[in-house]
């Protein structure tokens, strides 16, 4: 109000052409909206009527007072900071204020004009002017200002759009090379960028690349510098070094680090603009959420990956589970006078102990029928020991029957599978044949457990110690050069006896502290149940492990045999 009556003050002291012309500068002030185009005419209006050769005009830019419009004034240009000294030292006599305020709307400055002075009614003139164009320049300033929030919207929207089709793209591709592609395509045609290079990597997975104009390092000789770096850094913001110097001599500008995971390290790297246009920090935020949009795919097309690699391996365990089942008897044979039960448990899919009771034809006509008892246990646990189980179990039953001892056959079968299979593995097994009419047992030790013999009549215990090394360790010409030939042993099964053949998994099962079982629990949990049926005292021991052993996981294969001689 008190701005508005100055204004009518100075108006009613103008002559009628003054007032004309006042009245079609204020026209033309408000014709535009754009600053810049305002205050030329603005400052080409004043220093026309005045017939001066220099002059300016400062306006406020972000709390500081700064020249927007420069004529005749030596070493100054539009843009720099307004000091009253260098502005009248370079010919400016009269400063005026663009409004009422101490500083206005901005400041307006002239030479002195040809006459000497400025008349007091071309003062009043000019007052006036400048009255009527601070509110000419506000309603500009506030344009300007509409536009570049309008601007800087339009830009969050258009990133926003960005995110959200780089987003969609990621969520339909589980392959970590078209994540890569639709990262780069994206960041690289938004930039405008010739020059990029990206290199990520997850621990059990191939590298993923993409590189068009930079090499990059193997990430493993970087991966300590990755896990440093911020989220984004500019190449000349890294630490000295050749993988700086390296960077910049390839004109590498920007760096994002790939870090999703601690088992997952990268780096993506992009070169100059087009146009040399500076990478700004809203470019800088904006990579860094593609950037990590980016590393969650890669991590979910990496689990989704390892996640079918995981079913396949385990319907392919589940097959060789099935496989292998078959590879035990159905059914064990029924001998008169006797009962038979054996169970088997793997610790994992597939297990490396084997068991059998096969009918022995004998090689010498008239010999009273037999059968061989085994029990076996390949070193090692899982799929390779699985694999030799069975190679074991093929190798026993091509011999039985071609051979006349025991020991012959368990020298064979070692001599086949020394041949056969790694150094490092073996296999440790009982062979106990059996003659069932007279109870005559003979058997073979090859590195196995003691297995144990319950006297029933007397309840003693008698152990069936080791006759040789185990099956397939080395040659069995060394064997018998080094004195260590398998040796044969004999027992007589009477009625109510009880044998039982057992891997070392039944004696070393292992309760939550890590004790083990061992032979004396076995024995103590079998002395009281001898009478048992033998499928009721197999299914007591399994039971009684169990209980022994609680939440403890089972970490070796466990398998039992038992026969008791019922008459």
Same mark, same amino acid.
Not at 420 to 438: G, H, R
């Given at each position: 109000?008190?701005?508005?009556?100055?204004?009518?003050?100075?108006?009613?002291?103008?002559?009628?052409?003054?007032?004309?012309?006042?009245?079609?500068?204020?026209?033309?002030?408000?014709?535009?909206?754009?600053?810049?185009?305002?205050?030329?005419?603005?400052?080409?209006?004043?220093?026309?009527?005045?017939?001066?050769?220099?002059?300016?005009?400062?306006?406020?830019?972000?709390?500081?007072?700064?020249?927007?419009?420069? #004529?005749?004034?030596?070493?100054?240009?539009?843009?720099?900071?307004?000091?009253?000294?260098?502005? *009248? /030292?370079?010919?400016?006599?009269?400063?005026?204020?663009?409004?009422?305020?101490?500083?206005?709307?901005?400041?307006?400055?002239?030479?002195?004009?040809?006459?000497?002075?400025?008349?007091?009614?071309?003062?009043?003139?000019?007052?006036?002017?400048?009255?009527?164009?601070? !509110?000419?320049?506000?309603?500009?300033?506030?344009?300007?200002?509409?536009?570049?929030?309008?601007?800087?919207?339009?830009?969050?929207?258009?990133?926003?759009?960005?995110?959200?089709?780089?987003?969609?793209?990621?969520?339909?591709?589980?392959?970590?090379?078209?994540?890569?592609?639709?990262?780069?395509?994206?960041?690289?045609? =938004?930039?405008?960028?010739?020059?990029? &290079?990206?290199?990520? =990597?997850?621990?059990?997975?191939?590298?993923? !690349? *993409?590189?068009?104009?930079?090499?990059?390092?193997?990430?493993?000789?970087?991966?300590?510098?990755?896990?440093?770096?911020?989220?984004?850094?500019?190449?000349?913001?890294?630490?000295?070094?050749?993988?700086?110097?390296?960077?910049?001599?390839?004109?590498?500008?920007?760096?994002?680090?790939? #870090?999703?995971?601690?088992?997952?390290?990268?780096?993506?790297?992009?070169?100059?603009?087009?146009?040399?246009?500076? @990478?700004?920090?809203?470019?800088?935020?904006?990579?860094?959420?593609?950037? &990590?949009?980016?590393?969650?795919?890669?991590?979910?097309?990496? @689990?989704?990956?390892?996640?079918?690699?995981? %079913?396949?391996?385990?319907?392919?365990?589940?097959?060789?589970?099935?496989?292998?089942?078959?590879?035990?008897?159905?059914?064990?044979?029924?001998?008169?006078? @006797?009962?038979?039960?054996?169970?088997?448990?793997?610790?994992?899919? $597939?297990?490396?102990?084997?068991?059998?009771?096969?009918?022995?034809?004998?090689?010498?006509?008239?010999?009273? %029928?037999?059968?061989?008892? $085994?029990?076996?246990?390949?070193?090692?646990?899982?799929?390779?020991?699985?694999?030799?189980?069975?190679?074991?179990?093929?190798?026993?039953?091509?011999?039985?029957?071609?051979?006349?001892?025991?020991?012959?056959?368990?020298? #064979?079968?070692?001599?086949?599978?020394?041949?056969?299979?790694?150094?490092?593995?073996?296999?440790?097994?009982?062979?106990?044949?059996?003659?069932?009419?007279?109870?005559?047992?003979?058997?073979?030790?090859?590195?196995?457990?003691? $297995?144990?013999?319950?006297?029933?009549? *007397?309840?003693?215990?008698? =152990?069936?110690?080791?006759?040789?090394?185990?099956?397939?360790?080395?040659?069995?010409?060394?064997?018998?050069?080094?004195?260590? /030939?398998?040796?044969? %042993?004999?027992?007589?099964?009477?009625?109510?006896?009880?044998?039982?053949? @057992?891997?070392?998994?039944?004696?070393? &099962?292992?309760?939550?502290?890590?004790?083990?079982?061992?032979?004396?629990?076995?024995?103590? $949990?079998? =002395?009281?149940?001898?009478?048992?049926?033998?499928?009721?005292?197999?299914? %007591?021991?399994?039971?009684?492990?169990?209980?022994?052993?609680?939440?403890?996981?089972?970490?070796?294969?466990?398998?039992?045999?038992?026969?008791?001689?019922?008459?």
């Amino acid at each position: 109000m008190h701005q508005d009556k100055k204004l009518v003050m100075s108006t009613t002291s103008l002559d009628a052409s003054r007032l004309e012309s006042l009245l079609e500068s204020a026209q033309l002030l408000n014709s535009s909206l754009d600053l810049d185009s305002l205050l030329g005419h603005l400052l080409r209006t004043v220093m026309g009527r005045l017939l001066v050769g220099r002059g300016f005009i400062a306006v406020e830019d972000e709390g500081t007072m700064r020249l927007a419009q420069v #004529r005749g004034l030596k070493g100054l240009k539009s843009g720099d900071v307004f000091d009253e000294d260098a502005v *009248r /030292g370079a010919g400016i006599h009269f400063i005026y204020t663009i409004g009422e305020a101490e500083r206005g709307a901005g400041l307006l400055g002239v030479s002195r004009p040809p006459a000497g002075s400025i008349a007091p009614e071309e003062e009043a003139s000019l007052r006036a002017l400048l009255g009527l164009a601070a !509110s000419s320049i506000a309603n500009a300033q506030a344009h300007t200002e509409t536009r570049r929030i309008n601007h800087e919207l339009d830009e969050k929207v258009q990133e926003l759009r960005a995110l959200l089709d780089l987003v969609r793209g990621l969520n339909s591709t589980l392959e970590p090379d078209e994540v890569a592609r639709l990262l780069v395509l994206t960041l690289t045609g =938004r930039w405008a960028v010739g020059k990029h &290079a990206l290199s990520v =990597r997850k621990v059990g997975h191939p590298t993923v !690349s *993409r590189q068009k104009g930079i090499a990059l390092p193997p990430i493993e000789e970087i991966q300590e510098l990755i896990a440093e770096l911020p989220d984004a850094v500019l190449v000349a913001d890294l630490p000295e070094g050749d993988f700086k110097e390296s960077l910049l001599a390839q004109q590498a500008q920007l760096i994002f680090p790939l #870090r999703s995971s601690v088992s997952t390290s990268g780096l993506l790297v992009f070169g100059s603009r087009m146009g040399k246009l500076p @990478y700004t920090e809203a470019d800088l935020e904006f990579g860094e959420g593609l950037v &990590a949009q980016a590393g969650v795919a890669l991590e979910n097309s990496w @689990y989704v990956r390892e996640t079918l690699e995981r %079913k396949k391996i385990e319907q392919e365990l589940e097959l060789a589970a099935t496989i292998q089942e078959g590879l035990f008897p159905e059914r064990l044979p029924a001998i008169k006078g @006797y009962e038979l039960f054996a169970r088997n448990r793997a610790a994992r899919w $597939c297990g490396g102990d084997y068991y059998d009771v096969l009918p022995v034809e004998s090689v010498a006509d008239g010999g009273e %029928k037999s059968f061989l008892l $085994c029990v076996a246990d390949v070193s090692g646990k899982g799929l390779p020991a699985s694999l030799l189980m069975s190679n074991m179990q093929a190798t026993l039953r091509a011999l039985l029957g071609r051979v006349p001892t025991l020991v012959e056959l368990a020298a #064979r079968t070692n001599e086949l599978l020394h041949a056969t299979t790694p150094s490092n593995k073996f296999v440790t097994a009982i062979l106990l044949e059996i003659t069932p009419a007279t109870g005559e047992a003979r058997y073979v030790n090859a590195g196995h457990g003691d $297995c144990l013999l319950l006297r029933g009549a *007397r309840g003693e215990a008698e =152990r069936l110690e080791s006759t040789g090394l185990p099956l397939g360790m080395m040659p069995s010409d060394m064997l018998e050069m080094i004195g260590k /030939g398998y040796e044969e %042993k004999r027992l007589q099964l009477g009625a109510g006896d009880l044998l039982a053949l @057992y891997s070392d998994g039944v004696t070393e &099962a292992y309760d939550e502290a890590e004790n083990e079982w061992g032979d004396e629990r076995l024995l103590e $949990c079998m =002395r009281p149940i001898a009478d048992a049926p033998a499928e009721a005292i197999v299914e %007591k021991v399994f039971e009684e492990i169990d209980r022994f052993a609680g939440d403890a996981p089972q970490h070796d294969d466990i398998t039992l045999l038992v026969i008791k001689r019922m008459t």
